[in-house]
């Protein structure tokens, strides 16, 4: 661990990114009551430049957390219900012949946009669903042999239903590692849930929320989160986790290189939320569920046990020690 008396006093635009990201928290709680941690791993995949999956049972404020977020930053939103009958050129767009000018033209599609809020993704066939690959990985979007680039920044928020699989295609490992983090809404507590009915007596509390900042002052605050320091013990220490999931008897897929980049990108923007300029252990820990779980793949065995992956990242994070930066070959 990184002693307390090496923290450093924060550089402007330290404070400025907790300063916005509190307002936007406020924002966003006024009409999602007790999602604080779900809203910091938001907040924190958006600082890294990620995607985020929210998946949890219907009625629990996937889709609220997601519009909140949106309408909490002043940037173009593109929302899209997907449906089995979805095609990928419906996501991202298509050349439209025009007779004046005799030319085709590109009709851009919902995903030119800086936060793209698809609702229940996982009701779209593989076919549409593959086409969110290139938009998520690259930034850019491929028709018809050209390229077209995506605005930056760019954030795909997917929420999907757990537990009502007919007419579901789940997604595939790909689009999964696509995405920096998945959380889960859960259910709120009584006194959350009194005044969740108080704020929604009469009107929906999402059309009360202001923009607190602009994308471009966010891209900006993104930039600042890449230099937050990771020392290279905390890099190993993010390696000997993403290993350890690749090495464990109850999986059949570990967690990818890419796992190992999102983790440590999440855990640099997990700090400067708090406002330092440095990450601990610590914040690879808080992040390790959220960032790596919906990577794995159980074996058989363990899902007839009944052992989910969250199960196996905790082990993991339990059983792999921190320690001093080794000495390198």
Do not use: W
Request: glycine fraction near 6%; aromatic fraction near 4%.
């Amino acid at each position: 661990m990184i002693p307390e008396s090496a923290t450093l006093e924060p550089s402007a635009a330290a404070a400025e990114l907790v300063d916005i990201t509190t307002r936007i928290r406020a924002e966003v709680g006024t009409a999602l009551t007790g999602g604080d941690e779900v809203t910091t791993v938001a907040l924190a995949v958006l600082l890294a430049e990620g995607h985020l999956l929210i998946e949890d049972v219907p009625g629990v404020g996937k889709t609220t957390l997601a519009k909140s977020i949106a309408r909490a930053l002043d940037g173009v939103v593109g929302r899209i219900q997907f449906t089995p009958d979805l095609l990928p050129s419906d996501l991202t767009g298509v050349s439209v012949y025009r007779m004046e000018s005799q030319r085709f033209e590109f009709r851009q599609g919902p995903v030119f946009a800086n936060i793209v809020i698809g609702d229940e993704i996982n009701r779209a066939s593989p076919k549409t669903q593959s086409a969110l690959l290139e938009c998520m990985e690259e930034g850019q979007v491929t028709v018809d042999g050209t390229t077209h680039p995506l605005p930056r920044p760019f954030l795909v928020v997917a929420t999907q239903n757990p537990v009502e699989m007919d007419g579901t295609y789940p997604l595939p490992e790909a689009q999964r590692d696509r995405f920096m983090a998945r959380v889960s809404v859960g259910y709120p507590s009584g006194d959350d849930e009194v005044t969740m009915l108080d704020r929604r007596d009469d009107h929906d509390p999402v059309q009360d929320i202001r923009p607190v900042t602009d994308v471009a002052t966010m891209t900006r605050l993104a930039a600042t989160t890449r230099h937050v320091h990771a020392s290279v013990a905390v890099k190993e220490y993010v390696v000997d986790l993403v290993s350890a999931t690749r090495k464990h008897p109850a999986l059949r897929l570990g967690a990818s290189p890419r796992a190992s980049l999102q983790l440590l990108r999440a855990a640099r923007a997990v700090a400067a939320l708090d406002g330092r300029d440095h990450v601990l252990p610590d914040d690879v820990q808080r992040l390790a569920v959220p960032v790596l779980a919906h990577r794995l793949i159980l074996t058989t065995e363990s899902r007839l046990n009944g052992i989910a992956a969250s199960d196996v990242v905790q082990e993991v994070v339990r059983a792999t020690p921190v320690g001093p930066a080794r000495p390198r070959a």
